[in-house]
């Protein structure tokens, strides 16, 4: 069975940092891009950041340049989000997503992990 697991979600304190991780399971992640997108109270969808199937290349929003860092491991077939420096506006449910290229159709969703960033 094709899955998407994100972890790593919570509460933190504005300034604080939070790392989240998507594990696949069912297939494997090599061939495809991976991103995350999050989803604010009210809000539509907006993609956070992307990286290309092989690592080459990333990328993010405005919004996150500078304190957030996506990564991956495909011996583990996972991918990460570091997020530093949150910021309460940085509350959402945060979404991974296998794409068959950076700014392409999405694949599969996760089910989203919480993260809220209030003191």
């Known amino acids: 069975q094709l899955q998407l697991v994100e972890s790593g979600g919570g509460l933190v304190q504005p300034g604080g940092s939070l790392r989240l991780s998507c594990a696949a399971s069912g297939f494997t992640l090599d061939y495809y891009a991976m991103g995350w997108f999050r989803q604010a109270p009210g809000k539509e969808r907006e993609g956070v950041s992307c990286?290309?199937?092989?690592?080459?290349?990333?990328n993010y929003a405005d919004s996150v340049k500078g304190r957030f860092t996506i990564s991956r491991d495909n011996a583990k077939n996972t991918v990460y989000l570091q997020m530093n420096s949150l910021k309460p506006e940085d509350t959402a449910i945060y979404y991974c997503?296998?794409?068959?290229?950076?700014?392409?159709?999405?694949?599969?969703w996760g089910q989203g992990t919480q993260v809220t960033v209030s003191s």
């Open positions: 990286m290309s199937s092989r690592g080459g290349s990333t």
């Open positions: 997503a296998v794409l068959y290229y950076c700014s392409g159709p999405t694949a599969y």
